[in-house]
């Protein structure tokens, strides 16, 4: 396609072959659709044209079926194409449970990314082919939005919430990243690119780019600089909750719900530390909203999820679980 339409993007996953199968085809039946409208007006305005000898006079033609089957044809048709592209919809926002998973942060103007160990880019961003990755995104002002042409995907990233896009490329390359939501003065600079590697080349890429320390560890680091050890680690003298083994776990509040620990709980536990208060503990934590940038959440997140299992809970966990992301 991009042969022949220079301004069509390349294809780098099997996910960006199926949108461009989808607008294509979708193209093809509007075309079949309106082509027949716009040939006709052209051949009735020769044929009625003022002064030609046609035959103007107007029987009455009361066809049912043909009636019928112009509204109900291209309904069936289009109805096709509802379903085939909630299918794209439905499966581009269901990342795969093994995904690699890389944390990004949307600035004016700029991209952060954010590997697990510890690798950190800006404006660009390497991933391996054949290799589901999740992209997990966090914005630290305005409403950003990634997009990958060449992946076919975008998604906004927003201040406050974690939102994910998640492909698999299978094409090595190094190919354009761009911001797609106006964000400000230097919005349309705002991009970088992203280099698709064959898993060793990027196993290199990693191995040359490793800092001293993983993400996590990162974390574990802040974790002590911003005190949260004080009260959090084990035989401490404040009464505060273990985190150990919390992640991905059901977290009992003092409301009688529960909540799903997921990363979007722990940031919201750490900026807004009264909203959710744990089961049984009072609501004694500060908040550290202008203390911590989103890069120093990513990485305490990263800490508390890499903490082992820890069934040590001293509130019982109420079995009516709110599913993930929503507030009770
Ligand atoms: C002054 C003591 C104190 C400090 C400092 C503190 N916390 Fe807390 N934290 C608590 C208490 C008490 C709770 C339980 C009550 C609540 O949910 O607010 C809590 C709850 C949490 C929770 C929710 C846990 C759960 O089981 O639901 C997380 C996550 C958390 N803190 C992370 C942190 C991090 C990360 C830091 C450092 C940036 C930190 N805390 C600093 C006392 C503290
Ligand atoms: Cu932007």
């Not at 309106?34 to 044929?47: E, M, N, Q, R, Y």
């Not at 990162?218 to 004080?230: D, M, T």
Request: aromatic share 10%; glycine share 6%; with cysteine.
């Amino acid at each position: 396609m991009s042969g022949f339409l220079p301004f069509w993007p390349e294809q780098a996953s099997a996910y960006a072959a199926s949108v461009d199968r989808l607008v294509l085809a979708f193209s093809a039946l509007i075309i079949v659709l309106s082509a027949p409208v716009f040939l006709l007006i052209i051949a009735f305005a020769i044929k009625y044209r003022r002064g030609k000898p046609a035959d103007r006079s107007h029987p009455m033609n009361r066809n049912v079926w043909v009636e019928t089957s112009w509204a109900v044809i291209p309904f069936l048709l289009i109805l096709i194409f509802y379903v085939w592209s909630t299918q794209l919809y439905f499966g581009l926002h269901r990342p795969p449970a093994d995904a690699l998973e890389i944390e990004v942060v949307a600035k004016q103007w700029m991209w952060k990314f954010q590997h697990a160990g510890g690798q950190g880019e800006i404006n660009e961003l390497h991933v391996p082919t054949g290799t589901n990755i999740k992209l997990n995104m966090i914005s630290q002002d305005v409403i950003h939005s990634l997009y990958l042409p060449v992946l076919r995907i975008k998604q906004d990233v927003l201040p406050g919430r974690y939102t994910t896009l998640w492909f698999n490329a299978d094409k090595p390359g190094t190919y354009r990243m761009t911001c797609a939501e106006f964000c400000g003065t230097d919005h349309s600079v705002m991009g970088g690119s992203i280099v698709v590697q064959e898993p060793d080349g990027f196993s290199l890429w990693l191995e040359t780019s490793a800092t001293d320390s993983t993400l996590a560890a990162q974390g574990a680091a802040l974790f002590r600089r911003f005190g949260c050890s004080g009260c959090h680690e084990p035989h401490s003298s404040v009464r505060a909750p273990s985190l150990a083994g919390i992640y991905g776990q059901p977290v009992a509040l003092n409301n009688g719900t529960a909540v799903i620990a997921d990363a979007q709980y722990i940031r919201d536990s750490i900026l807004l530390p009264n909203a959710q208060v744990a089961a049984g503990y009072a609501p004694i934590m500060p908040t550290f909203a202008n203390v911590a940038t989103e890069s120093d959440l990513i990485a305490l997140t990263a800490y508390i999820q890499s903490l082992a299992t820890d069934n040590s809970r001293s509130a019982p966990i109420p079995t009516n679980i709110a599913p993930e992301g929503t507030a009770p």
